[in-house]
């Protein structure tokens, strides 16, 4: 994330904090950005922008502000003319990506992130991207804690259909989730 961001779409929101790519230059450390889809050092697939083909939504809980000062800042370029006349816009996570691990005879790894643009959303781009269909896990923020029970209740259906052997859960996830009714996975053996 090298875009300066802020939570909350009001002009008294807290700062949210930025990669900072000076540095990271300056330890020889290289940043690749993937925009489509890409091979990750010979076995990991990154997933690209993340569409959205489901019924899940972006809740932007921040917004960022366009351009570059002192070496942070988005790529107006990637915005619509709206998005680049507009000094502060709502974050569309479109930088959000995912990454895939294929394990061999078992199925795909994909490590969501924070699921901005939907952890179903995450799945089916890391399926595509690797052409594997099968998911042994999934793993990650699914950035549920916003939405209401019926949001969160079309969510574990979705993931139930995709039937992976694991969903590990992590923050952002939310509490509507991770009750004793939310999602229920078949044992592994």
Do not use: W
Not at 31 to 40: E, F, I
Not at 155 to 178: M, N, R, W
């Amino acid at each position: 994330m090298f875009l300066r961001a802020r939570v909350g779409c009001t002009s008294g929101a807290g700062q949210l904090r930025v990669i900072d790519r000076k540095a990271l230059e300056e330890v020889d450390l290289a940043v690749t950005v993937a925009a489509r889809p890409a091979l990750v050092a010979d076995h990991a697939v990154a997933t690209g922008q993340i569409s959205q083909k489901t019924f899940e939504k972006v809740l932007s809980p921040s917004a960022m502000t366009i351009g570059f000062d002192r070496g942070i800042g988005c790529y107006p370029e990637r915005l619509s003319e709206a998005e680049r006349t507009a000094p502060v816009v709502p974050d569309q996570f479109q930088h959000e990506i995912a990454t895939a691990f294929n394990l061999k005879g078992r199925g795909l790894v994909v490590l969501t992130s924070c699921s901005h643009r939907g952890v179903v959303n995450a799945i089916k781009e890391a399926q595509a991207a690797s052409g594997v269909e099968k998911i042994h896990a999934v793993i990650g923020g699914f950035h549920l804690a916003p939405y209401q029970e019926d949001y969160v209740r079309d969510t574990v259906k979705a993931l139930q259909e995709i039937d992976p052997t694991y969903v590990i859960p992590l923050h952002c996830t939310g509490s509507h989730f991770t009750k004793p009714r939310g999602l229920r996975c078949r044992q592994s053996s």
